[in-house]
Nanobody, 119 residues
Framework: QVQLVESGGGLVQVGGSLRLSCTASGRIFSIKTMGWYRQAPGKQREQVATISSAASTNYADSVKGRFTISRDNAKNTVYLHMNSLKPEDTAVYYC?????????????WGQGTQVTVSS
């Protein structure tokens, strides 16, 4: 069993910044990918950013140049630094993990943290 604990969401004004954190704990042998997805009301969940074990990153076009993903492998923690926030960034943000607990890799999701950008 793996637990993902997210923190850092909240209410921010347009142009502001937030940093999300997500720490994974439990039966983890290896982590390949960590990342963040988001889901706005009435919309499908979409990928925001991912980072591999080799620190290779991938961003949605809508956040490139504004968001930065990073990870601390020693702490099994992934961060999302969000700058120049826009109202369209308002969503529930979910932490994502692709990991191995024993012999096979599987996905895990956090419970979600709300980010609200007010104009």
């Amino acid at each position: 069993q793996v637990q993902l604990v997210e923190s850092g969401g909240g209410l921010v004004q347009v142009g502001g910044s937030l940093r999300l954190s997500c720490t994974a704990s439990g039966r983890i042998f290896s982590i390949k990918t960590m990342g963040w997805y988001r889901q706005a009301p009435g919309k499908q969940r979409e990928q925001v950013a991912t980072i591999s074990s080799a620190a290779s990153t991938n961003y949605a076009d809508s956040v490139k140049g504004r968001f930065t993903i990073s990870r601390d492998n020693a702490k099994n923690t992934v961060y999302l630094h969000m700058n120049s926030l826009k109202p369209e960034d308002t969503a529930v943000y979910y932490c994502y993990l692709y990991y191995s607990g024993s012999s096979s890799y599987q996905n895990a999701w956090g419970q979600g943290t709300q980010v609200t950008v007010s104009s």
